[in-house]
């Protein structure tokens, strides 16, 4: 197949697949990017993340033997998860937009598989990665010019807002690469302000250690008083960065498209004393399925433990 033609064709493939915007980057070493994420690891901004530390040299290189060796180019998606205001689950209890459906990583997995299926009949090395792979996903959005990334750290594709998950494939197939587009905060600092728990230390650059979406689901143990007691009625996720974003005030698009991440039933009539008295097993089915299975029963029962006696003190709910 002539470049021009697998240009082509290999973006018209990613949009089939439901891939709202799609575009190329230069597979290279990531710099500043690269510096900026082993600063952030020096600091500990990323807690007990160690995952994050332990993969810090493949993040910043895609051609690093752990990723794809020899690779030349990062093919990448933004696939919209936003849909009308449902909320799902316990109530009280919040569980952030992207959480309420089926899990990203087996959605977006299964279509971006068949991606890597086709270049590998054409002879090229391929993989993906739908955050399943030490890939540095949101660097790469930015690079193959699918959105900007805002002061809150998220990658915000104008028209579309950033209520979307990425997915990439990273080939040795030589593609031509989309130009980057320029950051458009401008003097808008919503997000810095409205974060619930002060995670940002500056603008892009978040503490995962005060971020209620790393306290809720990756942090194993007790969580300080401090921060508890600003966690509002979040059991899983936050929202709160992106929903005062005046990008998110978009049409949200086609429900059709979003399928897949429309709110599970089952999520409703538990609410948090259900979730506290759970055993793990029954947990584990609760979950199935969802992006609500990684922490496990124990965590979040300590996060509605929480949402409970933050409710029972009257904190104003942020929203
Ligand atoms: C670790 C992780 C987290 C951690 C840490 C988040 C973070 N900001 O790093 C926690 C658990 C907190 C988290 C939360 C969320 N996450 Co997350 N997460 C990831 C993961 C696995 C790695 C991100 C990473 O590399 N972080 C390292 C730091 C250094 O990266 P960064 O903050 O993005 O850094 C950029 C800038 O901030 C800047 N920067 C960094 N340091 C410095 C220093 C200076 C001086 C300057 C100027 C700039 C700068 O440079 C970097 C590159 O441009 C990715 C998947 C992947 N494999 O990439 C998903 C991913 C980023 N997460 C995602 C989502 C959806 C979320 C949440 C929205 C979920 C939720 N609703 O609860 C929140 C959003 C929180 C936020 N405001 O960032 C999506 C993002 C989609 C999008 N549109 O951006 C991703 C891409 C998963 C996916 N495939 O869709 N996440
Ligand atoms: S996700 Fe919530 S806690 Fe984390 S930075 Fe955004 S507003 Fe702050
Ligand atoms: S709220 Fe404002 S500063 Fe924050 S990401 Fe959106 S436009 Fe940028």
């Not at 919503?190 to 942090?219: K, M, N």
């Not at 929903?243 to 599970?264: Q, S």
Request: hydrophobic share 40%; aromatic share 6%; glycine share 8%.
């Amino acid at each position: 197949m002539e470049d021009a033609e697998l240009n082509e064709e290999v973006r018209e493939r990613m949009r089939a697949l439901g891939f709202a915007k799609v575009g190329v980057a230069r597979a290279e070493a990531l710099e500043p990017e690269g510096e900026q994420l082993r600063a952030w690891i020096a600091e500990g901004r990323h807690g007990q993340m160690d995952w994050m530390a332990q993969t810090a040299d493949v993040r910043a290189d895609p051609r690093h033997p752990g990723m794809v060796e020899g690779a030349l180019s990062v093919v990448i998606g933004a696939f919209p998860y936003a849909r009308s205001a449902e909320r799902v689950g316990p109530d009280p209890g919040r569980v952030a937009r992207y959480a309420r459906g089926r899990d990203y990583h087996n959605v977006l997995s299964k279509r971006l598989r068949k991606v890597v299926s086709w270049l590998r009949e054409l002879g090229h090395e391929a993989r993906f990665s739908v955050d399943s792979r030490p890939l540095f996903e949101r660097a790469w959005a930015e690079r193959a010019g699918l959105g900007f990334i805002g002061k809150n750290c998220c990658l915000i594709v104008p028209g579309l807002g950033s209520h979307v998950f990425l997915g990439a494939v990273v080939t040795t197939a030589r593609l031509t690469p989309d130009a980057p587009m320029k950051r458009r905060c401008g003097d808008c600092r919503l997000c810095l302000d409205a974060c619930p728990t002060d995670a940002f230390v500056g603008e892009r650059e978040l503490d995962a250690r005060r971020c209620i979406s790393y306290l809720t689901i990756e942090h194993e143990g007790p969580i300080e008083p401090e921060l508890a007691d600003r966690m509002g009625d979040w059991l899983f996720g936050c929202d709160v960065c992106q929903d005062v974003c005046p990008y998110n005030r978009t049409a949200l698009p086609d429900p059709a498209a979003t399928e897949p991440f429309a709110p599970h039933a089952r999520f409703e009539g538990t609410d948090c004393e259900d979730l506290i008295a759970m055993d793990e097993e029954s947990y584990r089915t609760w979950s199935e399925g969802s992006p609500m299975r990684r922490p496990g029963q124990a965590r979040i029962a300590r996060n509605a433990r929480i949402v409970l006696a933050n409710g029972k003190r009257a904190l104003p709910l942020v929203d």
